[in-house]
Every structure is written in structure tokens, then in C-alpha cells.
């Protein structure tokens, strides 16, 4: 039997990332051949590259913006080399089919697929599409969402409603082995802050300000994105990470509330190991306005308080972090009712159809 062949492709962010990890393991474990294509330096190729048995592939890739730049004159440029990269490294692969996580490093890798013939699956996150996604679904055969509302804004006859896919080891995680990691010695509260995969430098500011009122009830573990680390700060019951990643599944055991930006992939895995949630969407200045669309629609079922960037300040974090503390029982008894699908196995099951 001749081994199958798969390419996965998807960066930017961590959450362009993370469903590519929960699902390769299972395409290692049945013998497919496995490469990788993303950019020279996101943070997709910290994460993939150290994996066992990928081969990552290095493409150039174009940040298409909706506002002027300079480098808007230069993108496009960087897009075509992309594209002629990833159909040199298809030709040579061959591969069966092409699963996609978005981001503007996987448009160029969806038109190559095109031009050679080889069908490609798309996974939109987001409750509306992205704008690489937007781009690449033309070049698609499938596109998959994860809220069941997406399925509105894409073309029928590709669109399929899965789920939220969430990785396997998060359930995995030992509550002593986080009380070892945090050097935490007492049953305070404990309150996860993430600020996305590159950190928040708002939402760091306001944690950091807030360490008075909140370390008396609560500890705080806060993992600030790269170069974010403040070395000054020494203060018991607060630990602070640049990034967190074999240890995360053992900090979410230890964790009780989590204050989050509201990337969907990071958002259902929290609901998934039923972590009452206080989101701080990226606000639509910095963003198209997806994470607030997420962080609302969490916060309408029940699972989530929501702040907006605007109104951030340390002292509304800290009504909003105690608020939470307070509701924390409710909020759980509404998680609980919520059943992951069987999302992974389906999309497994949906790229393998296309593979055939």
C-alpha cells in the first residue's frame, strides 16, 4: 500500500496553529507522510517545526491589509513568490489533499493546490470569515466552521458546520504538577490571564496595576507574549510566562477563571474544560471585529463576561475578574451542558474523503 501524503498550512497566530496540532498526531499515527507549509518566522514554525515526523517547508507570504502601507506596494509581490514556493514544494510532495487553518501564509499555498489539481479543506474558526480565508475559499473544496452560524456567510455547496476541534492533551493536565510549575502553596482562587499568542500590552498594564487589590484572594498566572516578561515584579502568587506549551494542559487543571482575548480556537478549548471566562476581544481598531462577534455570542450563552478594550482599566478588571468569581457556579452549570461534538473525527473523516 503506497503511503498517503498530506500538506497542512495555516499561521500568524497560534490560533491559525492549533487545530493543525490537535489533528496531525492522528494522521501520524495511521503513517501519512506529513509536511508543513508556513511562514519563515511565525509562530507557526516554533510550533510545528520541533514536531517528530513533520517536514516543514518556509514560504514567502504578504500580509494583505485592509488599511495603507508602504508594504501594501510590496505584499502582493511577496504573495506571488509564495505561491510559486508552495507549487514547487506540491509538485514535488504530491500530496492527496491540502487541510488549511487560514491565515495569509495559507492563500498563497490554496492557489498552488488549484493549479495543481490537488483539493483542499479549509477550517474557519471565526464566527464570520477571515479575510485570508475570504480569499482562499474560492480555491477550496470544503470550508468547515466551528460556530453553526458561520454557515451563512459561506458558499453552500462547500460549507459544512463541525465544531469546535480541541487538543486531546488539554484534558490530560495534573492539578499537583501546576501547584509544582506556579510554586503556588495555598487554595486561593487561581486566575489564568492570557492576552493571545503575542500578548497584550494593555491588558498586561491593567494585570499588573490590579496586583494589590486581586493577589490578597487570588493567584494569578499570567502569560504576557513574547518579551513581555516584567522582571521586576516578585510578588507571591504571581508567576508571568512569555508562552506557555507543554505545561499548559497541567496550568488549566490548576486554573479556576481565565481573562482572555477571544480567538475562537482558545475560547472553545476553555468551554471545553469548563473555565468560566471573562474576554477582552481585540477591539475593531486593531481588528475586524471577529473576536467581539466570538466574545459576544459566548457571553449570550451563558459561558463568559465580556470587557471591552475601551473600557479597560484596572479598576474595571478587577470589578469584572471579582464579578466573575461571584458567578463562577452559574456560569459552570451552563458549560456543562455544552457537548463538545466529536469535531476532530468528523474533520479527520472530511479531509480524508477529499484525500480519496
Not at 517547508?57 to 488599511?67: E, F, M, P, Q, V
Not at 475559499?137 to 476541534?165: C, M, N, S
Request: glycine share 8%; charged share 25%; hydrophobic share 40%.
Amino acid at each position: 500500500m503506497t503511503t498517503k501524503q498530506i500538506i497542512f498550512t495555516g499561521g500568524g497566530t497560534a490560533g491559525h496553529v492549533m487545530v493543525n496540532l490537535a489533528i496531525i498526531p492522528e494522521f501520524l499515527k495511521e503513517g501519512w507522510t506529513i509536511d508543513y507549509i508556513g511562514s519563515k518566522n511565525g509562530i507557526e514554525r516554533e510550533l510545528i517545526e520541533p514536531l517528530e515526523g513533520v517536514n516543514y517547508h518556509a514560504i514567502s507570504t504578504g500580509k494583505l491589509r485592509r488599511y495603507f502601507s508602504k508594504e501594501n506596494f510590496k505584499d502582493p509581490f511577496k504573495v506571488l513568490k509564495g505561491t510559486w514556493q508552495a507549487h514547487r514544494i506540491i509538485g514535488k510532495k504530491k500530496p492527496a489533499v491540502i487541510f488549511s487553518k487560514g491565515g495569509f501564509v495559507s492563500v498563497p499555498v490554496l492557489v498552488a493546490a488549484r493549479m495543481r489539481g490537488v483539493p483542499a479543506v479549509i477550517h474557519e474558526s471565526d464566527f464570520t470569515p477571515g479575510l485570508a480565508n475570504k480569499l482562499a475559499i474560492p480555491f477550496a473544496k470544503k470550508v468547515l466552521a466551528t460556530f453553526p452560524e458561520t454557515i451563512d456567510y459561506l458558499p453552500k455547496e462547500k460549507a459544512e458546520w463541525v465544531g469546535a476541534v480541541v487538543r486531546e492533551e488539554l484534558f490530560t493536565g495534573n492539578r499537583e504538577k501546576g501547584l509544582t510549575v506556579t510554586g503556588f502553596k495555598n487554595n486561593k482562587t487561581v486566575l489564568l490571564v492570557m492576552g493571545g499568542s503575542a500578548g497584550s500590552q494593555k491588558i498586561n498594564k491593567a494585570v499588573r496595576e490590579a496586583l494589590d487589590t486581586l493577589l490578597p484572594d487570588f493567584n494569578i498566572i499570567h502569560i504576557c507574549g513574547k518579551d513581555n516578561l516584567d522582571e521586576e515584579i516578585d510578588r507571591e502568587g504571581y508567576v508571568q510566562y512569555e508562552y506557555v506549551q507543554e505545561e499548559l494542559r497541567d496550568l488549566l487543571a490548576l486554573t479556576d477563571l481565565v481573562c482572555s482575548r477571544a480567538g475562537a480556537n482558545a475560547i472553545f478549548e476553555f468551554l471545553a474544560l469548563n473555565k468560566p471566562m471573562l474576554l477582552i476581544p481585540l477591539s475593531r481598531q486593531a481588528s475586524r471585529g471577529d473576536q467581539i462577534v466570538n466574545a459576544h455570542s459566548f457571553e449570550k450563552q451563558g459561558y463568559a463576561h465580556v470587557l471591552e478594550e475601551e473600557q479597560l482599566s484596572t479598576e474595571s478588571l478587577i470589578t469584572a475578574v471579582e464579578q466573575l468569581k461571584k458567578e463562577k457556579v452559574t456560569i459552570k452549570d451552563k458549560m456543562t451542558k455544552y457537548r463538545s461534538s466529536e469535531a476532530k473525527e468528523k474533520v479527520i473523516e472530511l479531509i480524508k474523503e477529499q484525500a480519496q
